[in-house]
């Protein structure tokens, strides 16, 4: 029996990536849907959950994605109402690739500092993977403080942690190289996820910073967030410090999404979000 | 060389039921592709009618569905009209699932009891899956009426039954308890083919009735049917009833569809409609 | 790791023919993703290039399809422009079968008959299949005629060869039998490429014709674009003249573009357009 991940995409095209990876991480055939809604999903999720009994059941899965974390959400929430008793597949949730990017690059900052007690700062950590980060970053311990340029951006995100998952995280404004410098202060681990192509954090703020231990940066179009950082330093020591740029980072996304996709086919019951993933990527180092 | 079934589906999401049985059933590729009209049919059917050649012809096959029985017709009349000499494909249609689900329970229903000369009744039977079962059930001898609420509605339905299949049923309504006793009256066969979560068949009338000896329900969402009727039952043996509910019928449409879609790749002329279905269902048992 | 080909066509609905082309010439995977643009193209691209490292990339490849040849250029223009470094992945450009049916066809008139310094006309020759006849005419040293209805139009397609390709050939009216005769004087290889059911070229001109010695038509619904041509010729000798007909070219084109999709997965920084295409076709034979 084949393995088959049902794709269900929010955008108006379903994603390569997310297909190319899905049978790199073991389905054997991917159903690609897009423009999936609360509404539309639900026939779709009945040819998963009723076309295969008993045992079987498990050899078909449920992948979410697309570039809209909420839309994801969504229709994570919705698929879940709909199982019922064993009458249930496995589900994983990764919209824009949240949930994978945020636990590799927390992954490689955990197994780089113990982060128990420490401060930690997202660097424009408002979108889908900073709030991913900020998440996973408070579960191991650290005190996370999320920047945006406007401070009610970051207040609404750090609201939207702590009602979606419970997590408290302190919002800032960081607008300049002032006001960047002061929300480092006395903290041990940084984490970029701005823009594409705009540096956040000049060199002569993070290189030889009192207390900044483990940085990593998750843009991957030059400028880099990280000023003069590699793309693909992956642990590089600077003078005691360590730095993870994206490409880095990224090799272990992309093993850390596959991984979880082959996972979906073991059981039948698996809900893939947030903290399952990072629980799956931390291991995997 | 690869099976490839061309998945025509009428509707605005192809069907991922039909997919994963499709691939159950045998298929190494299925290729999706959704609203289908007899217009835009027709470049995709030329897809697989010139691209193998000899032998090879028959890898490739066709496979209509979609929840309009109309829209599935009017496609397999286009297509069996675009064929032409040796140049053509195996191709089957069960738009809503009709043939499949109808085949099924009405063999359920002849293996109980020889249909020759006794009277049957599909209760709300206008819908695509109780057109298809009044057909089956008059192709097996039976004497068969259909009932509606409107017997305008009712008396349409046997119309396109004589229009489409050459078959002779007797409209009826069917509207409350009286109507509903009046029509079951030397009735020996019932099946209840309503909308999901309407109960057709109080268990007052049905419960001891003096002629009715096979039952069979096809809604799946609770109140059945029939009133009382055990979803799973599979020829359950009440007080010399024999009853069939809607999940105990659901194991062998799934598995009709599978064994249907696998005969499409055994030769390059096969058209799987209502009575061809219906015989292969019918040995499966 | 699978063989994943990402089929990009610009029409409304992909290609039935491309996908099964594929499967055929050895992709295990076609993602089929339709109304592709310049624009919308770019995130699936990445889907491709970012997935697969090192010797794995090579193991994703790009095909281009679709009814518009100027549709397809511009994608894959657009497409190679996005390509960087070892970041590439092989593509393949076939809107409308434009290359590998020329290139089937051109490949046959040359294994007949030594081109260089012939006369070559191209029969209603301005779509996509006549145009890159012409070129691949044109590049085996023939002096080569596009004729049109219209002078015009066949003064405009001259003028894209020449553009996009640097290949010199000659507009020429042809529209009634006295201009077609006019344009075939001295021409040693005529080919067809009309619409279909049109008739191009009267066995009064074309049977014994002082020069003519090769004929092929690509013209698969009757009346062929040669009068009494036979569609599955294949190189049929009439009194000393040899002709192709349609189905007889139709074989080699099928195996040319199963042969060049096989090639794209050998390694992942191959362009496959016109001359190609042209080049894997002609070593085929």
Redesign the interface.
Known sequence: ??K?L?QLDTD??P???????A??GGAD?????CAITPV?VV??????M????GEGIKN?AVFIGGSDVAKGEALLDTIKSNFFGKSRNSVMHDSNGCNTTAAAAVAKLSRTIDLRGRKAVVLAGTGPVGLRAALFLSDEGASVTVTSRRLEKAGKACEYLENRFGAKVEPAKAHDEDSTRKVLEGATVVLCTGTAGTMLLPEVIWKGHETLKALADLNAVPPYGIENIGARWDGENVGGQVLFGPLGI??LK?KAQRTCVGRLFETNDLVLDAREIYKIVKKMQ
Chains 1, 2, 3 share one sequence.
């Open positions: 029996m084949k088959i049902l108006a095209q994603s390569v990536f997310d297909a190319v990876t049978y790199d055939i991917v159903l690609q849907y539309n026939p779709l999720l009945h040819g998963v009723f076309t295969r009994g078909s990224g090799k992309l």
